[in-house]
T-cell receptor, first 110, second 113 residues
């Protein structure tokens, strides 16, 4: 149990559709970050949220967006899905030393 | 040049041997360094963090950091088959990049009996 919970575990979507992925971290973890990990690659930083505001973004287009809620949960939304969006999506929070990842959501775009 | 680069691997060592994993990074302002282990189909698991030059030991794992050379390594002593996984080096630049980790591509380690 890492203290970071993601849902759903797996998801299959069609190209052009929209998807929402969810993450819940422990109380007090004000910062949440989202990563995309393609097969055989290291995770790539998408963005981070601190106290419900985005305060850092990686090299991802605007169709990747997010929200963070007062109860420490957050969402990653991806519009107009492309085949290359197929990946493992990870959220991470920092309990102190280092960053703890959730179990991830495996998204397949067909 | 990649921001964080790891030795390409895959790396294969016999059980009981020392596995050595290496990582270089390009941002001299980097402040925090992490090693993650990722089993196939699972999410990354933090195994070591290091923030200052020198060695940091935790059980069979030793992380080494040399900021002048922009180099961080992970040694696994008495390697076990259960250590077989992909090892990811991650770097955080701190400051306004708080929360952003930059990862290497990973090194696949196989420990054979």
């Amino acid at each position: 149990e890492t203290g970071v919970t993601q849902s759903p575990t797996h998801l299959i979507k069609t190209r052009g559709q929209q998807v929402t992925l969810r993450c819940s971290s422990q109380s007090g973890h004000n910062t949440v970050s989202w990563y995309q990990q393609a097969l055989g690659q290291g995770p790539q930083f998408i963005f981070q949220y601190y106290r419900e505001e985005e305060n850092g973004r990686g090299n991802f287009p605007p169709r990747f967006s997010g929200l963070q809620f007062p109860n420490y949960s957050s969402e990653l939304n991806v519009n107009a899905l492309e085949l290359d969006d197929s990946a493992l999506y990870l959220c991470a929070s920092s309990p102190g030393d280092g960053y703890t990842f959730g179990s991830g959501t495996r998204l397949t775009v067909v | 040049q990649k921001e964080v680069e790891q030795n390409s691997g895959p790396l294969s060592v016999p059980e009981g041997a020392i596995a050595s994993l290496n990582c270089t990074y390009s941002d001299r302002g980097s402040q925090s360094f992490f090693w993650y282990r990722q089993y196939s189909g699972k999410s990354p698991e933090l195994i070591m963090s290091i923030y200052s030059n020198g060695d940091k030991e935790d059980g069979r794992f030793t992380a080494q950091l040399n900021k002048a050379s922009q180099y961080v390594s992970l040694l696994i002593r008495d390697s076990q088959p259960s250590d077989s996984a992909t090892y990811l080096c991650a770097v955080n630049s701190g400051g306004t990049s708080y929360g952003k980790l930059t990862f290497g591509q990973g090194t696949i380690l196989t420990v054979h009996p």
